[in-house]
């Protein structure tokens, strides 16, 4: 079983619909990444959470600690959210610049 | 402020052969990570150095290695190439390495092994 899991693995979506992606995770963390990768490679970190809840613009991402839970929402998704969303998680303890990949969610928004 | 690159984007290589990618770090930063992403096994760690030094280490084979300059500037070096190392490697650089921090993601090297 993976450290990291993510559902769905694929999302389909019409413009403006409001997107859920989930994240769970087995093992201790230090911090939980939430990252967008667009075609072509390259990779933007969209969040970095240790509790609670961050918003930016329309990118919602919590946690749960407890529960070891997270997720990402995108409010009112437009075409250009396509990409495939990764959550990560730095592990707990000494584990210098290393991050632990779930699987990725690649969505789709039409138009 | 420049963001991480990587050279070069792309290379084809065979089996056998060895290959070296280069990592330049966002200025100021010291810390410089390697991952390796297929589509079989997704996105994985293989390294990490701060300071000229492999501070943490993936469950890679040997033929991987790495290493990193003065100027936070690192390599990585691929050796004996095989069919199955054709990947994207990407690499990230923060400050420090620590992990509070946020990893800033160059655009990769696309490695294909014939």
């Known amino acids: 079983k993976n450290e990291v899991e993510q559902s769905p693995q694929n999302l389909t979506a019409q413009e403006g619909e409001f997107i859920t992606i989930n994240c769970s995770y087995s093992?201790?963390?230090?911090?939980l990444h939430w990252l967008q990768q667009h075609p072509g490679g390259g990779i933007v970190s969209l969040f970095m959470?240790?509790?609670g809840k961050k918003k930016h613009g329309r990118l919602i991402a919590t946690i749960n600690i407890q529960e070891k839970h997270s997720s990402l929402h995108i409010t009112a998704s437009h075409p250009r959210d396509s990409a495939v969303y990764i959550c990560a998680v730095t592990p707990g303890g000494t584990s210098y610049g290393k991050l632990t990949f779930g699987q990725g969610t690649i969505l789709t928004v039409h138009p | 402020k420049a963001g991480v690159t990587q050279t070069p984007r792309y290379l084809i290589k065979t089996r056998g052969q060895q290959v070296t990618l280069s990592c330049s770090p966002i200025?100021?930063?010291?810390?410089v990570s390697w991952y390796q992403q297929t589509p079989g096994q997704g996105l994985q760690f293989l390294f990490e150095y701060f300071s000229e030094t492999q501070r943490n280490k993936g469950n890679f084979p040997g033929r991987f290695s790495g290493r990193q300059f003065s100027n936070s500037r690192s390599e990585m070096n691929v050796s004996t190439l095989e069919l199955g190392d054709s990947a994207l490697y990407l690499c990230?650089?923060?400050?420090?390495?620590?992990?509070?921090?946020?990893?800033?993601f160059g655009p990769g090297t696309r490695l294909l092994v014939l």
């Open positions: 200025s100021g930063h010291r810390s």
């Open positions: 990230a650089s923060s400050r420090t390495g620590g992990s509070g921090e946020t990893q800033y």
């Open positions: 093992v201790g963390i230090s911090a």
């Open positions: 959470l240790s509790s």
